[in-house]
């Protein structure tokens, strides 16, 4: 466990991809974490928001895009993920919904700097602390399985 800023965080991100280089890497987050931030400094790291919106209809863009995050959105969003996106070795693909892997990260982040973060994007807080929620309960379950390797860092500014 870790409890970063943004440039340590990346170095810690860097050094967990290093390590699990030749494996499938999910980083599990919120909205207004950060990780668009952290992509744009790091190649081959990608964000499934763009990789879906590139395969996914305009109906389903609107569904998913619904305000409050809802456990049916993510469900809906989950399967949509399932069906259109594969993680690849080397490739560490940032989500908000496990899909198949041998590394799963959560990227954390505390309710004040969540809150902070919306306020400055123009996001709804309650909207990322739903979705927040959520990803945290699909996060114990896979836990709880223990059937991958875990890291848990907290973002911190």
């Not at 892997?101 to 309710?111: G, K, N, T």
Request: with cysteine; proline share 1%; glycine share 6%.
């Amino acid at each position: 466990m870790g409890n970063f800023a943004i440039g340590d965080t990346m170095n810690t991100l860097d050094a967990i991809f290093e390590k699990h280089q030749n494996e499938r890497i999910i980083v599990l987050s919120t909205t207004c974490v950060g990780k668009t931030t952290m992509i744009e400094h790091r190649q081959g790291w990608t964000d499934v928001d763009i990789l879906l919106g590139e395969r996914m209809t305009a109906e389903e863009i609107e569904f998913v895009s619904q305000v409050p995050w809802t456990e049916e959105i993510g469900q809906v969003y989950g399967k949509i993920m399932f069906d259109r996106v594969k993680a690849e070795a080397g490739r560490p693909l940032f989500c908000s919904v496990v899909l198949d892997c041998e590394v799963l990260v959560y990227l954390d982040i505390s309710r004040e700097n969540l809150a902070r973060h919306c306020e400055k994007r123009g996001v709804d807080f309650q909207y990322a602390l739903q979705m927040k929620e959520e990803i945290e309960k699909d996060w114990d379950a896979h836990k709880a399985r223990n059937d991958r390797q875990f890291y848990y860092v907290v973002m911190a500014e």
